[in-house]
């Protein structure tokens, strides 16, 4: 399993935010607009300036109404993936459609509460199934078990031989991360963030032992 590190709480911190860069296999980079969600991160000019060392594949998950609007604006990030939530659009094929012609990997992310059955007639399109076990838009939530819903994915993937990768978002810390084994990233924000060692946070979320 992959861990990518979420610089949500950090994003004002360029220090910090290169720190969490050699910590992690991926950086998780959320963009929020403050109507999809009740926060809206910082603007991404100053975003801008404190990513610059970034080495790690960038994975960008906007919480956003105007999806393309901001897919436009975070394609200089020159992200691995962008992903926007099935809950903002009611076109969501549409938005898949736009992303690709971009060269872009695209996933669709999908909320505790939303009837998971909505994700399934994309799933073949997709590149990355967001699945997240807090409700979007603030940090250092509590973990929400979604463990079943990892499990459907993962049959469905087999089933239908498709190549899509499985990322939970949301409350994960080294407890949490054993509901979540037959994921293929695992975001983790706070956890690794409000520690002062970043790499020894990675190791427990791995299941190493510290230094």
Avoid: W
Wanted: net charge negative.
């Amino acid at each position: 399993m992959k861990i990518a590190g979420s610089f949500l709480k950090i994003q004002e911190d360029k220090e910090k935010i290169d720190k969490l860069n050699e910590a992690v296999d991926q950086i998780h980079f959320d963009v929020m607009d403050g109507q999809f969600t009740e926060k809206a991160t910082i603007d991404l000019k100053t975003i801008s300036k404190n990513v610059t060392e970034i080495t790690k594949p960038i994975d960008i998950h906007l919480m956003v109404i105007d999806i393309k609007k901001y897919v436009d604006e975070v394609l200089k990030f020159e992200p691995a993936y962008i992903t926007f939530h099935i809950e903002a659009t009611g076109n969501p094929q549409k938005y898949i459609e736009y992303i690709k012609s971009k060269k872009v990997h695209v996933g669709l992310a999908i909320d505790p509460e939303t009837n998971f059955d909505y994700i399934y007639p994309y799933l073949k399109d997709i590149d990355l199934a967001l699945i997240m076990s807090v409700h979007p838009g603030k940090g250092g939530q509590t973990f929400i078990d979604i463990s079943d819903r990892i499990e459907k994915l993962c049959e469905y993937r087999k089933l239908n031989n498709l190549k899509f990768v499985i990322e939970v978002d949301g409350g994960i810390n080294n407890e949490t991360i054993k509901k979540i084994k037959k994921a293929d990233i695992a975001v983790a924000g706070s956890y690794i963030t409000d520690s002062n060692n970043y790499q020894n946070k990675v190791k427990l979320l791995r299941g190493e032992k510290h230094e």
